[in-house]
């Protein structure tokens, strides 16, 4: 149990359950921005999606660098983060579909359609940076 919490690993499983803790923790600030901007400051739920996305992608590479992955691909920290950017870029990219595609047709509320949203983009982000950053 305690290595789930502590130190470094390179067992993949023990990773993935970090990485769904760390992407809960940036999920709930994601979710949180979207309502507060959405509901609060009236603003285009897809706007509010992409902001609210952004604040998400770096709480989670926080998470990941310091916590998930003990292995690093890059050395340069600025250009990692810009694959793990341009990653999130893409995975928001997913995100503005599914919201719309789930809002606008399924004609689920966009809150429902960002939780199917992040099933898909969990499972999409988890693979690419894993084997694209942190092999």
């Known amino acids: 149990m305690r290595d789930l919490i502590k130190g470094r690993t390179d067992k993949v499983w023990i990773q993935l359950f970090r990485y769904a803790f760390a992407g809960g923790t940036a999920y709930a600030v994601d979710i949180s921005v979207l309502v507060l901007l959405t509901e609060v400051c009236r603003i285009h739920y897809l706007v509010s999606a ?3 996305f952004a604040l998400g ?23 990692e983060f810009a694959v793990f950017a341009l990653i ?17 047709y399924a004609l689920f509320h966009y809150l429902l359609s960002k939780v199917v949203s992040m099933v898909f983009i969990f499972f999409f982000n988890f693979t690419a940076r894993k084997r694209i950053l942190f092999r």
């Open 50 to 52: 992409a902001l609210a």
């Open 57 to 79: 992608l770096v709480t989670k590479y926080a998470l990941s660098v310091k916590w998930v992955f003990s292995r690093r691909s890059m050395k340069d920290r600025r250009a």
């Open 88 to 104: 999130g870029v893409i995975s928001l990219g997913l995100n503005e579909l599914f919201m719309w595609v789930f809002t606008e």
